[in-house]
């Protein structure tokens, strides 16, 4: 099974400022990665698939990259809606897996 | 519009059954394979498994065999998820998931999530 490892755990930044998460994984995945967001209570929000490939009606501020281990989400200038916790996703690998995840908090 | 809506919060004992249900909507049910996923209280995400929406054919993952099953009703657009033999660690959200159509195992629309406690 493929491990994911998110970093950092906890991301304290201010609105208007800019937001980026790592995700490693424990094998080559190729570009097979894809980001969610999930909101306390909610369901997770597919973000970006295939690495840097953005889900129908994503905001051109989420912007995915990487391949092979290391693989990274931006989001250029946070809103208030963007604080939540950020989920990275194989899917090269039977079972898919996900990280542990990074938890953008309002500074 | 596009969308899974799941049932209600369940509470049971352990020992019991409970069958979660997935109904979507706004797109053609037999054209995408459905997914589930657990939450435990406070934790990550964990990928349970799919059903084939060609054959109804269930896939597991390694920690689900035994006491999950998938099943689908075509008839009313429905996927279910029944977990029987409850324990207290299947305390948890479940989520169902359809696969996007850019590729297996891109989940681009969830159900809101069905909360089981199992408690005495």
């Known amino acids: 099974e493929i491990v994911l490892t998110q970093s950092p755990a906890t991301l304290s930044l201010s609105p208007g400022e800019r937001a980026t998460l790592s995700c490693r994984t424990s094998?080559?995945?190729?570009?097979?990665c894809a980001w969610y967001q999930q909101k306390p209570g909610q369901a997770p929000r597919l973000l970006i698939y295939?690495?840097?490939n953005r889900a129908t009606g994503i905001p051109a501020r989420f912007s995915g990259s990487g391949s092979g281990t290391d693989f990274t989400l931006t989001i250029s200038n946070l809103e208030p809606e963007d604080f939540a916790v950020y989920y990275c996703?194989?899917?090269?690998?039977?079972?898919?897996?996900f990280g542990g995840g990074t938890k953008v908090e309002i500074k | 519009q596009v969308q899974l809506v799941q049932s209600g919060s369940e509470l049971k004992k352990p020992g019991a059954s409970v069958k979660v249900a997935c109904k979507a909507s706004g797109y053609t049910f037999s054209s995408h394979a459905m997914n589930w996923v657990r939450q435990a209280p406070g934790q990550g995400l964990e990928y349970m498994g799919w059903i084939s929406n060609h054959n109804g054919s269930p896939t597991y993952a390694q920690a689900f065999t035994g006491r999950f099953v998938f099943s689908l009703d075509t008839s009313v657009s429905t996927a279910y998820l029944q977990i029987s033999s409850l324990k207290a660690e299947d305390t948890a959200v479940y989520y169902c998931?359809?696969?996007?159509?850019?590729?297996?195992?891109?989940?681009?629309?969830w159900g809101q999530g069905t909360k089981v406690t199992v408690s005495s």
């Open positions: 996703q194989q899917r090269i690998n039977w079972p898919p897996t």
């Open positions: 094998q080559s995945i190729s570009s097979d």
């Open positions: 998931a359809r696969t996007s159509n850019s590729g297996s195992y891109i989940f681009d629309i």
């Open positions: 295939d690495a840097s």
